[in-house]
Protein backbone atom coordinates (compact mmCIF):
# COMPACT_ATOMS: atom_id res chain seq x y z
CA UNK A 1 0.00 0.00 0.00
CA UNK A 2 2.76 2.39 0.80
CA UNK A 3 4.57 1.69 -1.99
CA UNK A 4 1.47 2.04 -4.00
CA UNK A 5 1.20 5.68 -2.84
CA UNK A 6 4.99 6.43 -3.20
CA UNK A 7 4.77 5.40 -6.64
CA UNK A 8 1.35 7.61 -7.14
CA UNK A 9 3.50 10.21 -5.36
CA UNK A 10 6.22 10.20 -7.61
CA UNK A 11 3.74 9.98 -10.69
CA UNK A 12 1.80 13.18 -9.93
CA UNK A 13 5.11 14.96 -8.96
CA UNK A 14 6.90 13.91 -12.47
CA UNK A 15 3.62 14.96 -14.25
CA UNK A 16 3.55 18.12 -12.15
CA UNK A 17 7.32 18.66 -13.19
CA UNK A 18 6.56 17.86 -17.14
CA UNK A 19 3.36 20.01 -17.15
CA UNK A 20 5.44 23.06 -15.41
CA UNK A 21 8.25 22.68 -18.28
CA UNK A 22 5.78 22.27 -20.84
CA UNK A 23 4.14 25.63 -19.55
CA UNK A 24 7.86 27.37 -19.37
CA UNK A 25 8.40 26.23 -23.22
CA UNK A 26 9.15 29.16 -25.38
CA UNK A 27 6.60 31.10 -27.36
CA UNK A 28 8.29 31.11 -31.05
CA UNK A 29 7.27 34.11 -32.96
CA UNK A 30 8.37 34.29 -36.92
CA UNK A 31 9.62 37.83 -38.08
CA UNK A 32 10.25 38.57 -41.27
CA UNK A 33 12.05 41.48 -42.71
CA UNK A 34 14.52 42.85 -45.39
CA UNK A 35 17.82 42.44 -44.12
CA UNK A 36 19.67 42.35 -47.04
CA UNK A 37 19.11 44.17 -50.64
CA UNK A 38 18.03 47.67 -50.67
CA UNK A 39 16.16 48.52 -47.07
CA UNK A 40 18.66 46.12 -45.54
CA UNK A 41 19.24 49.63 -43.32
CA UNK A 42 15.42 49.74 -42.14
CA UNK A 43 15.13 46.16 -41.84
CA UNK A 44 18.20 45.39 -39.61
CA UNK A 45 17.31 48.62 -37.18
CA UNK A 46 13.57 46.95 -37.26
CA UNK A 47 15.03 43.36 -36.39
CA UNK A 48 17.27 45.03 -33.53
CA UNK A 49 13.69 46.97 -32.28
CA UNK A 50 11.74 43.75 -32.04
CA UNK A 51 14.87 42.11 -30.46
CA UNK A 52 15.56 44.61 -27.78
CA UNK A 53 11.09 44.35 -27.42
CA UNK A 54 11.50 40.69 -26.85
CA UNK A 55 14.35 41.30 -23.99
CA UNK A 56 12.17 43.80 -22.47
CA UNK A 57 9.45 40.95 -22.27
CA UNK A 58 11.54 38.22 -21.34
CA UNK A 59 13.34 40.33 -18.55
CA UNK A 60 11.82 42.14 -15.81
CA UNK A 61 12.02 46.14 -16.12
CA UNK A 62 10.62 47.25 -13.54
CA UNK A 63 11.53 51.07 -14.97
CA UNK A 64 9.43 50.99 -17.61
CA UNK A 65 6.43 50.44 -15.12
CA UNK A 66 2.91 51.16 -17.66
CA UNK A 67 4.48 48.90 -20.29
CA UNK A 68 2.45 45.53 -20.37
CA UNK A 69 4.53 42.61 -19.32
CA UNK A 70 7.65 44.76 -18.63
CA UNK A 71 7.57 44.91 -15.04
CA UNK A 72 7.47 41.31 -14.65
CA UNK A 73 10.17 38.51 -16.73
CA UNK A 74 8.42 36.43 -19.51
CA UNK A 75 4.71 35.59 -19.77
CA UNK A 76 3.14 35.22 -16.55
CA UNK A 77 -0.20 33.76 -17.71
CA UNK A 78 2.44 31.17 -19.38
CA UNK A 79 4.79 29.92 -16.31
CA UNK A 80 6.67 33.03 -17.03
CA UNK A 81 7.58 31.45 -21.13
CA UNK A 82 10.00 33.54 -22.96
CA UNK A 83 9.36 35.09 -26.40
CA UNK A 84 11.91 32.96 -28.98
CA UNK A 85 12.60 34.81 -32.45
CA UNK A 86 12.55 33.21 -35.99
CA UNK A 87 14.42 35.75 -37.99
CA UNK A 88 13.76 35.73 -41.46
CA UNK A 89 15.23 37.08 -44.60
CA UNK A 90 13.27 38.39 -47.18
CA UNK A 91 15.55 40.64 -49.49
CA UNK A 92 13.19 42.86 -50.24
CA UNK A 93 11.01 40.19 -52.37
CA UNK A 94 7.57 39.24 -52.55
CA UNK A 95 7.83 35.45 -53.68
CA UNK A 96 10.84 34.92 -51.49
CA UNK A 97 8.80 36.71 -48.39
CA UNK A 98 6.11 33.77 -49.38
CA UNK A 99 8.38 31.05 -49.22
CA UNK A 100 10.14 32.36 -45.97
CA UNK A 101 6.87 32.75 -44.22
CA UNK A 102 5.79 29.72 -45.69
CA UNK A 103 8.89 28.02 -44.14
CA UNK A 104 8.55 29.37 -40.69
CA UNK A 105 5.03 28.11 -40.50
CA UNK A 106 5.36 24.88 -41.27
CA UNK A 107 8.77 23.36 -40.95
CA UNK A 108 9.69 25.81 -37.96
CA UNK A 109 6.10 26.25 -36.17
CA UNK A 110 6.13 29.62 -35.11
CA UNK A 111 3.01 30.51 -33.09
CA UNK A 112 2.63 33.77 -34.87
CA UNK A 113 4.49 36.09 -37.81
CA UNK A 114 5.66 39.41 -37.07
CA UNK A 115 6.74 41.75 -40.24
CA UNK A 116 7.25 42.97 -43.46
CA UNK A 117 8.02 46.50 -43.81
CA UNK A 118 7.79 46.36 -47.91
CA UNK A 119 4.28 46.11 -47.98
CA UNK A 120 4.31 44.24 -51.20
CA UNK A 121 6.12 41.83 -49.33
CA UNK A 122 3.57 42.17 -46.80
CA UNK A 123 0.67 41.79 -49.60
CA UNK A 124 2.45 38.10 -50.13
CA UNK A 125 3.27 37.13 -46.68
CA UNK A 126 -0.16 37.84 -45.25
CA UNK A 127 -1.46 35.18 -47.70
CA UNK A 128 0.49 32.93 -46.68
CA UNK A 129 -0.40 32.83 -43.02
CA UNK A 130 -4.14 33.38 -43.78
CA UNK A 131 -4.28 30.33 -45.61
CA UNK A 132 -2.82 27.98 -42.88
CA UNK A 133 -4.43 29.87 -39.92
CA UNK A 134 -1.65 31.59 -38.32
CA UNK A 135 -2.17 35.25 -37.12
CA UNK A 136 0.21 38.14 -38.64
CA UNK A 137 0.98 40.91 -36.96
CA UNK A 138 1.98 44.06 -39.37
CA UNK A 139 3.92 46.50 -38.05
CA UNK A 140 4.78 49.45 -39.96
CA UNK A 141 3.69 48.27 -43.79
CA UNK A 142 1.05 50.54 -44.63
CA UNK A 143 -0.69 49.77 -48.42
CA UNK A 144 -4.78 49.38 -48.18
CA UNK A 145 -4.63 46.19 -50.22
CA UNK A 146 -3.21 44.05 -46.75
CA UNK A 147 -6.19 44.37 -45.07
CA UNK A 148 -8.69 45.15 -47.31
CA UNK A 149 -9.18 41.11 -48.66
CA UNK A 150 -11.54 40.55 -45.85
CA UNK A 151 -8.44 38.27 -43.94
CA UNK A 152 -9.21 36.93 -40.03
CA UNK A 153 -5.87 36.20 -39.14
CA UNK A 154 -4.03 39.91 -40.01
CA UNK A 155 -3.59 42.61 -37.87
CA UNK A 156 -1.88 46.03 -38.74
CA UNK A 157 -1.16 47.79 -35.28
CA UNK A 158 0.20 50.66 -37.39
CA UNK A 159 -1.73 53.86 -38.74
CA UNK A 160 -2.59 53.49 -43.16
CA UNK A 161 -2.01 55.35 -45.94
CA UNK A 162 -5.38 57.24 -45.60
CA UNK A 163 -4.56 58.37 -42.14
CA UNK A 164 -1.07 59.80 -43.09
CA UNK A 165 -2.20 61.72 -45.99
CA UNK A 166 -5.52 63.49 -44.74
CA UNK A 167 -2.60 64.43 -41.75
CA UNK A 168 -0.56 65.66 -44.37
CA UNK A 169 -3.09 67.91 -45.95
CA UNK A 170 -4.47 69.21 -42.48
CA UNK A 171 -1.10 70.39 -41.99
CA UNK A 172 -0.89 71.58 -45.42
CA UNK A 173 -4.37 73.95 -44.59
CA UNK A 174 -2.78 74.91 -41.39
CA UNK A 175 0.34 76.51 -43.15
CA UNK A 176 -2.16 77.97 -45.95
CA UNK A 177 -4.52 79.29 -43.14
CA UNK A 178 -0.91 80.77 -41.74
CA UNK A 179 -0.36 83.17 -44.63
CA UNK A 180 2.09 80.31 -46.51
CA UNK A 181 1.80 80.02 -50.03
CA UNK A 182 0.35 76.65 -50.17
CA UNK A 183 -1.58 76.64 -54.06
CA UNK A 184 -0.76 73.06 -55.36
CA UNK A 185 1.50 69.76 -54.58
CA UNK A 186 2.98 67.01 -55.98
CA UNK A 187 3.13 63.47 -55.55
CA UNK A 188 6.53 61.36 -56.06
CA UNK A 189 5.93 57.92 -55.35
CA UNK A 190 7.64 54.06 -56.35
CA UNK A 191 5.84 51.97 -57.99
CA UNK A 192 4.90 49.06 -55.92
CA UNK A 193 1.76 48.22 -53.77
CA UNK A 194 3.36 50.93 -51.27
CA UNK A 195 3.94 53.66 -53.18
CA UNK A 196 1.10 53.38 -55.69
CA UNK A 197 -1.42 52.91 -52.66
CA UNK A 198 -0.35 56.06 -50.53
CA UNK A 199 0.06 58.40 -53.80
CA UNK A 200 -3.55 57.51 -55.07
CA UNK A 201 -4.68 57.51 -51.32
CA UNK A 202 -2.84 61.04 -50.93
CA UNK A 203 -4.23 62.54 -54.37
CA UNK A 204 -7.97 61.81 -53.34
CA UNK A 205 -7.35 63.68 -50.44
CA UNK A 206 -5.45 66.60 -51.86
CA UNK A 207 -8.16 67.00 -54.07
CA UNK A 208 -10.62 66.57 -51.05
CA UNK A 209 -8.80 69.55 -49.14
CA UNK A 210 -8.83 71.75 -51.74
CA UNK A 211 -5.42 71.51 -53.35
CA UNK A 212 -4.40 71.21 -56.76
CA UNK A 213 -2.37 67.91 -57.69
CA UNK A 214 0.11 69.59 -60.27
CA UNK A 215 1.40 66.25 -60.75
CA UNK A 216 1.46 62.59 -60.01
CA UNK A 217 5.04 60.95 -61.04
CA UNK A 218 5.82 57.31 -60.17
CA UNK A 219 9.18 55.94 -60.64
CA UNK A 220 10.70 52.43 -60.48
CA UNK A 221 12.64 52.01 -56.84
CA UNK A 222 15.64 50.49 -58.41
CA UNK A 223 16.17 53.39 -60.52
CA UNK A 224 20.08 54.87 -60.48
CA UNK A 225 18.74 58.24 -62.26
CA UNK A 226 16.16 60.73 -61.62
CA UNK A 227 16.77 63.57 -63.29
CA UNK A 228 13.94 63.18 -65.27
CA UNK A 229 11.60 63.21 -62.70
CA UNK A 230 13.23 65.71 -61.44
CA UNK A 231 13.03 68.28 -63.99
CA UNK A 232 9.53 67.06 -64.68
CA UNK A 233 8.86 69.02 -60.78
CA UNK A 234 11.32 71.89 -61.38
CA UNK A 235 8.51 72.42 -64.41
CA UNK A 236 5.21 72.37 -62.58
CA UNK A 237 6.82 74.87 -59.82
CA UNK A 238 4.53 72.76 -56.58
CA UNK A 239 4.32 74.47 -53.87
CA UNK A 240 5.31 71.47 -51.60
CA UNK A 241 6.54 67.53 -52.76
CA UNK A 242 5.07 64.66 -51.15
CA UNK A 243 7.28 61.89 -51.45
CA UNK A 244 6.59 57.90 -51.16
CA UNK A 245 10.05 56.44 -51.85
CA UNK A 246 12.14 53.88 -50.10
CA UNK A 247 15.55 54.55 -48.95
CA UNK A 248 18.39 54.29 -52.04
CA UNK A 249 15.52 56.17 -54.01
CA UNK A 250 14.85 59.24 -50.88
CA UNK A 251 18.85 59.42 -50.85
CA UNK A 252 19.19 59.92 -54.73
CA UNK A 253 16.12 62.68 -54.90
CA UNK A 254 18.16 64.60 -52.47
CA UNK A 255 20.97 64.46 -54.12
CA UNK A 256 19.80 65.17 -57.47
CA UNK A 257 17.72 67.87 -56.40
CA UNK A 258 20.34 70.13 -55.33
CA UNK A 259 22.40 68.99 -58.17
CA UNK A 260 19.22 70.24 -60.68
CA UNK A 261 18.86 73.58 -58.22
CA UNK A 262 15.00 72.27 -57.69
CA UNK A 263 13.84 73.05 -54.00
CA UNK A 264 10.08 73.10 -52.97
CA UNK A 265 9.13 75.32 -49.82
CA UNK A 266 8.35 72.11 -48.42
CA UNK A 267 9.30 68.69 -48.75
CA UNK A 268 7.05 65.74 -47.58
CA UNK A 269 8.31 61.94 -46.73
CA UNK A 270 6.77 59.36 -45.98
CA UNK A 271 8.40 57.76 -43.66
CA UNK A 272 10.11 54.53 -45.05
CA UNK A 273 13.23 55.86 -46.48
CA UNK A 274 13.24 59.50 -44.71
CA UNK A 275 13.34 57.07 -41.45
CA UNK A 276 15.90 54.90 -42.32
CA UNK A 277 18.96 55.55 -40.58
CA UNK A 278 21.01 56.21 -43.40
CA UNK A 279 18.76 58.70 -44.51
CA UNK A 280 19.97 61.59 -42.21
CA UNK A 281 24.08 60.64 -42.42
CA UNK A 282 24.07 61.04 -45.98
CA UNK A 283 21.81 63.88 -46.91
CA UNK A 284 21.23 66.02 -43.55
CA UNK A 285 23.15 69.06 -45.27
CA UNK A 286 21.11 69.39 -48.05
CA UNK A 287 17.90 68.38 -46.78
CA UNK A 288 17.79 70.79 -43.49
CA UNK A 289 14.09 71.43 -43.48
CA UNK A 290 12.63 68.10 -44.70
CA UNK A 291 9.59 66.90 -43.28
CA UNK A 292 8.55 63.43 -41.82
CA UNK A 293 5.37 61.41 -40.07
CA UNK A 294 6.14 59.36 -37.44
CA UNK A 295 4.12 58.26 -34.48
CA UNK A 296 7.69 57.73 -32.08
CA UNK A 297 9.11 61.16 -30.06
CA UNK A 298 11.83 59.67 -27.55
CA UNK A 299 10.11 61.78 -24.64
CA UNK A 300 11.31 63.86 -21.45
CA UNK A 301 14.54 62.17 -19.73
CA UNK A 302 13.23 59.76 -17.70
CA UNK A 303 9.91 59.16 -19.17
CA UNK A 304 9.14 54.90 -20.52
CA UNK A 305 9.87 56.33 -24.45
CA UNK A 306 13.20 58.10 -23.54
CA UNK A 307 14.59 54.80 -21.10
CA UNK A 308 13.64 52.67 -24.22
CA UNK A 309 15.80 54.85 -26.55
CA UNK A 310 18.97 54.94 -24.33
CA UNK A 311 18.43 51.00 -24.46
CA UNK A 312 18.18 50.92 -27.75
CA UNK A 313 21.05 53.41 -28.15
CA UNK A 314 23.10 50.71 -26.10
CA UNK A 315 22.45 47.80 -28.27
CA UNK A 316 22.81 49.88 -31.56
CA UNK A 317 24.95 53.29 -31.16
CA UNK A 318 21.81 55.14 -32.72
CA UNK A 319 17.98 56.60 -31.58
CA UNK A 320 15.02 54.66 -32.31
CA UNK A 321 13.33 55.99 -35.56
CA UNK A 322 9.25 55.54 -36.03
CA UNK A 323 9.96 52.89 -38.59
CA UNK A 324 11.42 50.64 -35.71
CA UNK A 325 9.37 51.98 -33.03
CA UNK A 326 6.30 50.61 -34.97
CA UNK A 327 7.75 47.47 -35.07
CA UNK A 328 9.10 46.90 -31.45
CA UNK A 329 4.90 48.04 -30.65
CA UNK A 330 3.64 45.20 -32.92
CA UNK A 331 5.75 42.95 -30.75
CA UNK A 332 4.55 44.04 -27.59
CA UNK A 333 0.81 44.14 -28.71
CA UNK A 334 1.43 40.53 -30.22
CA UNK A 335 3.26 39.73 -26.97
CA UNK A 336 0.19 41.02 -24.62
CA UNK A 337 -2.20 39.36 -26.57
CA UNK A 338 0.10 35.92 -26.18
CA UNK A 339 0.04 36.09 -22.51
CA UNK A 340 -4.05 37.06 -22.46
CA UNK A 341 -4.26 34.28 -24.58
CA UNK A 342 -2.41 31.83 -21.82
CA UNK A 343 -1.97 29.65 -24.94
CA UNK A 344 0.59 29.26 -28.20
CA UNK A 345 -2.30 27.88 -29.59
CA UNK A 346 -2.67 30.16 -33.03
CA UNK A 347 -6.71 29.92 -32.82
CA UNK A 348 -6.46 31.76 -29.29
CA UNK A 349 -3.93 33.65 -30.13
CA UNK A 350 -6.35 35.29 -32.89
CA UNK A 351 -9.08 35.52 -30.45
CA UNK A 352 -7.35 37.64 -28.23
CA UNK A 353 -6.24 40.08 -30.70
CA UNK A 354 -9.36 40.21 -31.61
CA UNK A 355 -10.30 41.24 -28.13
CA UNK A 356 -7.40 44.13 -27.77
CA UNK A 357 -8.10 46.97 -25.44
CA UNK A 358 -4.55 48.96 -24.70
CA UNK A 359 -4.57 52.65 -24.13
CA UNK A 360 -2.03 55.01 -25.05
CA UNK A 361 -0.80 55.03 -21.21
CA UNK A 362 0.10 51.19 -22.05
CA UNK A 363 2.02 52.20 -25.34
CA UNK A 364 5.39 53.37 -26.36
CA UNK A 365 4.17 54.92 -29.76
CA UNK A 366 1.89 57.47 -30.24
CA UNK A 367 -1.25 56.08 -30.75
CA UNK A 368 -4.69 56.69 -29.37
CA UNK A 369 -4.21 53.10 -28.14
CA UNK A 370 -4.65 49.56 -30.08
CA UNK A 371 -8.40 48.65 -30.89
CA UNK A 372 -8.57 46.39 -34.33
CA UNK A 373 -11.60 46.15 -36.23
CA UNK A 374 -12.70 43.42 -38.21
CA UNK A 375 -10.67 44.11 -41.12
CA UNK A 376 -7.88 43.50 -38.71
CA UNK A 377 -7.04 46.96 -38.98
CA UNK A 378 -5.93 49.14 -35.89
CA UNK A 379 -8.54 52.13 -35.34
CA UNK A 380 -7.08 53.44 -32.38
CA UNK A 381 -3.55 54.63 -34.68
CA UNK A 382 -2.11 58.00 -34.92
CA UNK A 383 0.91 59.75 -36.44
CA UNK A 384 2.15 63.78 -36.32
CA UNK A 385 4.80 65.46 -38.12
CA UNK A 386 8.36 65.92 -37.73
CA UNK A 387 11.27 67.75 -39.72
CA UNK A 388 14.63 67.61 -40.26
CA UNK A 389 16.52 70.50 -38.01
CA UNK A 390 20.73 69.95 -37.56
CA UNK A 391 21.27 66.19 -37.26
CA UNK A 392 17.99 65.64 -35.52
CA UNK A 393 14.10 65.27 -36.41
CA UNK A 394 11.85 67.52 -34.22
CA UNK A 395 8.48 67.00 -34.04
CA UNK A 396 6.72 70.36 -35.39
CA UNK A 397 3.11 69.38 -36.12
CA UNK A 398 0.30 69.61 -34.92
CA UNK A 399 1.21 72.35 -32.47
CA UNK A 400 0.22 70.85 -29.34
CA UNK A 401 2.88 67.79 -29.78
CA UNK A 402 5.77 70.12 -30.85
CA UNK A 403 8.66 70.19 -29.48
CA UNK A 404 10.76 73.16 -31.53
CA UNK A 405 8.93 75.51 -34.28
CA UNK A 406 8.83 74.72 -37.69
CA UNK A 407 10.93 75.78 -40.38
CA UNK A 408 8.85 77.37 -43.48
CA UNK A 409 10.17 77.69 -46.01
CA UNK A 410 12.74 74.40 -45.71
CA UNK A 411 16.53 75.62 -46.17
CA UNK A 412 17.55 72.36 -47.60
CA UNK A 413 21.51 73.19 -48.52
CA UNK A 414 21.29 76.95 -48.57
CA UNK A 415 23.08 78.77 -45.80
Known sequence: MRNTARNLAAALLASALVTAAHAADAVKIGVILPLSGNAAGAGNAARAAIELGAEIVNNAHPELKGLPLAET????????????????????NPSVGQSQTLRLITQDKVAAVLGAYQSSVTFTATAVSERYGIPFVVGDSVAANITGRGYKWVFRVTPVAGDFANNYMLFLADMKKAGRKVDSIAIVNENTDYGTSVADTTQKAARAHGFNVAAQIPYNANSSDVSAQVLQLKEKKPDAVIFISYTADSILYMKT???LDFMPAMIIGDDSGFSDPSFIPAVADIAQGVMNRSAWDIGKPGSV????NEMYRRKTGRDLDDTSGRNMQALFVLAEAVNRAGSTDPAKIQRALQ???LAPDQLMMGYRGVKFDETGQNTEAATYLIQL??????????ERSATAKIQWPMRGWKK
Do not use: C
Not at 73 to 92: M, S, T
Not at 391 to 397: G, I, L, R, T
Open 355 to 357: QTR
Open 389 to 398: LGKDYKAVWP
Open 73 to 92: AGLPNLGGAKIELDVADHQG
Open 305 to 308: TYRI
Open 257 to 259: MKD
